[in-house]
């Protein structure tokens, strides 16, 4: 007789696995994730760049001070957000006439699918970003052992935000039209409010406030950082802050998740 | 909760489950033995399904308990959950891995793994005739070799009951023969019992018990011989010409006769035991009215039209799950 269990580990790095798989397989969402955000960043970042004067902007945007490189932390946000939901809104058929049905009836722990959830879709984001950075000398940014070993855990901790977000938004769904909507109304709006696309003013007025209380902002301000000339400068710059409210934002989205996951999955 | 019944697999008392206004489950109760192979049969929407997911854990009931190998399905679920296997209806494969990957995948949902893990994937395989195609893509292979590999997905965790959703759905008629004579064979090897649930009549008569459920009510259970031998007798279709009207005719036979008659569908329906001679006498009495005359041994669907004086057509369609176009999910993935 087998002891009643509530399985996580095993489960989940099963999830994890299965996640990277079957991304690897499928060579239109590597292209997916990867080219859109490129396009978006080399015509937007081309066309903005002569208006682009604002001078703390121009200092944060590093030795070159273009548009094009104060844009290239943001776009990375952007990948990672991409390749979340990618993999998060597979969940909602997933979960109704796809393999996740024979985890609804599996011993699992409320753990085991969000946590395979998150790492897989953070490992995708991760490398997809740290791809990316291969064009960072052509922003004119630069790209050493340093900034990489800064990046990992900026990368990461955004990555396994982003993924909390979509997961968040694609479980309690029932088709994936409505994590469209969501997306357009609440996702890229807390990306473009973060810093990434242009710079949120200081100050008191409300778009400070809104950067102050967009978790988003402060990944932008971790992988930005990333990217200074020597350690000492980013971690002067917001790398710490930016690193620890980041990994607590999707400390909260996992729990979150976990609740959703058991209360879900006995309705109906 | 009655105390555990270890002799029997699977045991619902009272099952009620509404959505809305609409009731799904109207009170069923049923027990299946151990190492039975038990079809639920009912037209889509008649509350099987409904059955179906409060069995594998996935509903919860508004009242009544049922139980699987002795144990609550709403209070001991994790118990439950570590001795069923279920297969959907919709494929749970992940048609981008192969097979083999499918097992192991499946394998670790229950905490197997290594050495263990791949015995079982092994004999798993050799039970479902899978062995040489372990290494397929799964979206490459026909829906009959995809439906073996679910099952010996189940398989992996060795389950005293297995659950199966509309098994043959998507099945051309020689895998729906493979995939019985996998049962059976699971039956006679391992007393794997195994409940189905199924629309269709042929598939239910090769079960050991079936339970014809419509409306939410449990209308029929026995064997297949015990349900079509209470008929008495064959069964006689009339068509009826449109002057004289299926309604009256029914009457007239009743009145003249005193054998019930009845109508289903514009066709005037008689069963009785010596349906020949009767046929013979009717077509002589009735010349002009009957249109064509047909006489069968009863079937499941005689007994369903019999218990519930309707045709076996599908009925409201329940509001979950029903937009799940049936099998044809299945080469997308």
């Known amino acids: ?45 081309t066309g903005f760049g002569p208006s682009f004067r604002n001078p703390a902007a121009v200092a944060a945007a590093g030795a070159t001070g273009s548009y094009l490189a104060y844009f290239f932390p943001g776009i990375l946000v952007l990948i990672m957000l991409f390749t979340a939901i990618f993999s998060t809104i597979s969940v909602i058929e997933d979960r109704r006439e796809g393999f996740l049905q024979g985890a609804l009836v599996a011993p699992l722990s409320p753990a085991a699918i969000p946590l395979g959830k998150f790492l897989g879709g953070t490992t995708l984001a991760v490398l997809q970003a740290l791809l990316f950075c291969l064009l960072a000398p052509l922003a004119g940014l630069p790209i050493g052992l340093h900034q990489i070993l ?26 994936t039209q409505g994590f469209h909507a969501i997306m357009n109304i609440f996702l890229m709006p807390l990306w473009m409010m973060s810093g990434a696309l242009f710079p949120m003013p200081a100050g008191t007025g409300w778009l400070h406030l809104v950067a102050m209380l967009n978790p988003v902002s402060y990944g932008v301000e971790a992988i930005r950082s990333s990217f200074a000339p020597t350690i000492s400068e980013a971690l002067s710059s917001g790398y710490v802050t930016g690193v620890c409210i980041t990994a607590l934002f999707a400390a909260v989205l996992f729990a979150v998740s976990v609740r959703l996951v058991e209360k879900r999955s006995r309705r109906g | ?145 995809q439906r073996r590999a679910e099952i010996a997905k189940c398989l992996l965790i060795r389950p005293e009951v297995l659950l199966l959703d509309e098994p043959s759905t998507g099945l051309d008629p020689g895998a729906r023969l493979d ?50 031998s209470a008929i008495g007798g064959d069964v006689i279709s009339l068509g009826v010409s449109r002057e004289t009207g299926a309604d009256q005719l029914a009457r007239t036979i009743t009145e003249k006769t005193g054998i019930p008659a009845t109508v289903v569908e514009g066709e005037v329906r008689i069963e009785h035991r010596e349906a020949y001679q009767l ?18 041994r009863p079937t499941l669907e005689d007994v369903f039209i019999a218990r519930t004086g309707r045709l076996f057509a599908d009925q409201d369609v329940e509001p979950e799950r029903t937009k799940t176009a049936k099998g044809n999910k299945r080469n997308k993935r």
Not at chain 2, 186 to 214: K, N, P, Q, W
């Open chain 2, 279 to 296: 046929a013979a006498r009717l077509s002589g009495e009735f010349p002009g009215a009957i249109t064509s005359l047909r006489i069968a």
């Open chain 2, 1 to 145: 909760m009655s105390a555990p019944d270890h002799r029997h697999a699977i045991v619902a008392r009272d099952l009620v489950k509404s959505f809305g206004e609409r009731r799904a489950l109207d009170g069923i109760s049923l027990e299946v033995r151990q190492g039975e192979l038990f079809c639920l049969l009912g037209p889509n929407g008649g509350g099987k399904s409904t059955l179906f997911r409060i069995l594998a854990t996935l509903s919860l009931p508004d009242s009544g308990s049922a139980a699987i190998a002795g144990h609550d399905v709403v209070t001991e679920a994790s118990e439950v959950r570590a001795r069923l296997g279920v297969v959907f209806q919709s494929p749970s494969l992940d048609g981008k891995l192969t097979i083999l990957e499918n097992l192991r995948c499946g394998g670790a949902l229950y905490g197997l793994k290594g050495a263990g893990l791949e015995s079982r994937i092994n004999e798993a395989a050799k039970a479902l005739n899978l062995t040489d195609r372990l290494n397929d893509p799964v979206e490459t292979l026909s829906g009959g070799l």
């Open chain 1, 1 to 45: 007789m087998t002891k009643p269990t509530r399985l996580l580990l095993t489960p989940a790095i099963a999830f994890w696995w299965r996640d990277v798989i079957r991304f690897l397989r499928q060579r239109n969402r590597i292209i997916g994730a990867l080219a859109t955000p490129l396009v978006f960043w080399l015509l937007v970042g």
């Open chain 2, 179 to 228: 995939l019985w004579a996998a049962l059976e064979k699971l039956r006679a090897e391992h007393g794997v019992t195994a409940l189905c649930t199924t629309h269709l009549m042929e598939e239910a008569a090769r079960a050991d018990r079936v339970a014809i459920v419509s409306s939410g009510k449990l209308v029929a259970l026995g064997t297949p011989e015990e349900l079509t």
């Open chain 1, 150 to 175: 800064l990046l990992l855990p900026a990368l990461i901790v955004t990555g396994f935000a982003m993924t909390g977000l979509g997961f968040l938004v694609a479980w309690p769904m029932d088709s």
